[in-house]
């Protein structure tokens, strides 16, 4: 997800469980249990510690909260859609073809 207002440096860019639960609406049990389910996006250590990327959060909520695997597929399938895009455009402009 891209944001719409600015990043500044008082932004944080990975939180604690308790946090993230609240960026997420839910209480931390049950973000640790979304967590040991392999249900959310997973966390990056931090020495001993767990801090989950506040980006990885809002993309996965703007998501619908899918589960890893299929957000995945999602983003695979959103890359190739733009890609393609992309290679029909440099394809339409080499052949002088108007654009639709």
Known sequence: MKSDSPVT???PILV???QAARLCGI???MLRKLHRSG???EPV???RCLR???ADLRTWADAGCPAPDRMRAAT???EARQKLEVLRTVTER???LPRE
Do not use: N
Request: with cysteine.
């Open 76 to 78: 695979y399938q959103r």
């Open 39 to 41: 249900r959310c996006p």
């Open 9 to 11: 440096s008082t932004d």
């Open 45 to 47: 250590r931090v020495g």
């Open 16 to 18: 604690d469980a308790a």
């Open 27 to 29: 209480s931390e049990p």
């Open 94 to 96: 080499e052949a002088g």
């Open 52 to 54: 989950w990327r506040v």
